[in-house]
């Protein structure tokens, strides 16, 4: 068979028909069927935003794998960076270490969803009996890459089972970082998921959803066809407001929104808070077909524990109404496992090509893997789940 590996510049250059056959149920069967944010549909419409392209420093390079008829049989996201921002896995340090060292460490390629830290496909290979030979012609298509456009290196990021145990293989080196999902385990109803916590941590979540709403405030799923420009202009002043104090320059345009709202809608559940007629926060949430992915959160009023009632406990209610497995809640956040939230090793893979950046590197993330292994192991055992001898 006759194969060739291609660069799209943009996924204006790729049918969304032909991404998605790729993208959409890859990876193993503990993985979502439908990950939102490798679709076709999210990823073009960072980039018809704006909020991706070589002015940002987010250059799209996407490696195709066709065939001799020009059928696309695996894909991967990767941009061309000229920084190290909107990534949530850090290697600034290596960056500075590398440049005082006399070398220059970007341009480097990201595998990766831009501004999203989610674990999904990032090797995007339908499954079938040549999955794993695909996978490795994909990783080549990268290395070419990195020596054609004279990059540093390449990260692969919030990666899955799959494309980790592929990357690492082919001497990817692997890092390991942790989160905080809420698993659903059966649950009929919100009170049966408290019925499952001690007691006395059922009596602080009772309370912080009382006083959550305790200034008349009310709560609104709004998904589908419902989501109107009206919501995506409230949306955007609770998100231009955190973004602006949380980071100082916001990822994500107006654009955006709209685009996601017309292309993805079905995918979306914006959970609204409304006080006197008015929305005063918000938390965005994208909808596969086994979990929910928490990802933004702004508000133009405070009220005590209204981040913790709109970002995980109305995420938590749709999870069990819907039927959905798992809630992933974003990037950091100790503070999640008060709230039912258990702690997840994530991992990323990196293949840098001057080897004694390599061999630092390495060295770094071996002990790093460990520190993350004990940090998670003692963190589970902080859970509020109640222990056999409890109520």
């Excluded at 006197?276 to 596969?288: K, P, S, Y």
Aim: net charge negative; aromatic share 12%.
């Amino acid at each position: 068979m006759t194969i060739q590996v291609k660069i799209a510049q943009g996924l204006g250059a790729v049918s969304a028909a032909d991404w998605d056959a790729c993208a959409l149920g890859s990876g193993s069967g503990d993985d979502d069927p439908h990950n939102p944010f490798v679709s076709h549909a999210f990823l073009s419409a960072l980039e018809d935003s704006g909020c991706v392209g070589a002015k940002t420093g987010w250059a799209p390079l996407h490696v195709l794998f066709e065939d001799e008829a020009g059928t696309i049989l695996g894909a991967a996201p990767c941009y061309l960076k000229s920084h190290s921002m909107g990534e949530y896995v850090f290697d600034h340090s290596w960056a500075d270490a590398y440049t005082r060292a006399g070398g220059h460490y970007y341009p480097k390629l990201q595998v990766a969803v831009p501004f999203t830290p989610a674990m999904g496909p990032r090797l995007l290979v339908p499954h079938g009996p040549r999955a794993s030979e695909i996978r490795s012609y994909l990783i080549g298509g990268l290395r070419a890459l990195r020596e054609q456009t004279g990059a540093s290196s390449i990260h692969a990021t919030f990666l899955q089972e799959e494309d980790l145990k592929a990357l690492t293989s082919e001497r990817f080196l692997r890092r390991d970082d942790q989160q905080f999902h809420w698993f659903n385990d059966h649950y009929g109803s919100f009170e049966d998921f408290l019925a499952a916590l001690a007691s006395r941590k059922r009596k602080v979540i009772r309370r912080e959803r009382r006083d959550a709403l305790a200034d008349g405030i009310s709560i609104d799923w709004v998904t589908g066809r419902d989501i109107t420009e009206a919501h995506w202009d409230s949306f955007f002043a609770f998100y231009m407001d955190t973004g602006s104090r949380k980071w100082g320059r916001p990822y994500l345009n107006r654009r955006f929104f709209s685009l996601i709202g017309e292309r993805m809608a079905d995918r979306i559940l914006l959970v609204m808070a409304k006080r006197n007629g008015r929305h005063v926060a918000g938390a965005i949430n994208f909808i596969g077909d086994k979990r929910l992915y928490g990802r933004n959160w702004g508000c133009i009023e405070d009220h005590p524990f209204l981040h913790f009632e709109v970002c995980y406990y109305q995420a938590i209610e749709f999870a069990i109404t819907r039927g959905l497995d798992r809630v992933e809640a974003g990037a950091q956040g100790e503070h999640k496992l008060a709230r039912g939230y258990r702690p997840v090793i994530t991992s990323s893979a990196h293949d840098i090509a001057d080897p004694s950046l390599r061999r630092a590197v390495q060295d770094y993330l071996e002990q790093e893997r460990l520190y993350v292994s004990e940090a998670a192991e003692e963190l589970s055992e902080s859970t509020p789940f109640r222990h056999r001898d409890e109520d």
